[in-house]
Nanobody, 122 residues
């Protein structure tokens, strides 16, 4: 079965940084745009960032713009989310997903990962 696996989550202090990775197996990630989404406790899943298949286009939610950077290495079949200046409000399970469009909505999503937990707390 096709599979996406997120890694890199954990506990970090406010102002700290984490880098999340999204790795694909049994399919070629380069064929798709990829988005990062997050879901905080008791809240709906929301789009965080997305990147086009060849890295030509990137999008960011206003809440993370200037702090997060999305990138990809298609040769490694991996997409990254560098998260800097983390805030407690960033605490959530972070998911990556393949998509047919470089947007922050789930309309065009094909495949979801299972998520990685990011906790921002002193």
């Amino acid at each position: 079965q096709v599979q996406l696996v997120e890694s890199g989550g954990g506990l970090v202090q406010p102002g700290g940084s984490l880098r999340l990775s999204c790795s694909a197996s049994r399919f070629t990630l380069a064929s798709y745009a990829v988005g990062w989404f997050r879901q905080a406790p008791g809240k709906a899943r929301e789009g965080v960032s997305s990147i086009s298949s060849g890295s030509e286009i990137t999008t960011y939610a206003d809440s993370v713009k200037g702090r997060f950077i999305i990138s990809r290495d298609n040769a490694k079949n991996t997409v990254y989310l560098q998260m800097n200046s983390l805030k407690p409000e960033d605490t959530a399970v972070y998911y990556c997903a393949t998509s047919s469009a470089t947007t922050l909505t789930t309309r065009w999503v094909h495949t979801w990962g299972k998520g990685t937990l990011v906790t921002v707390s002193p």
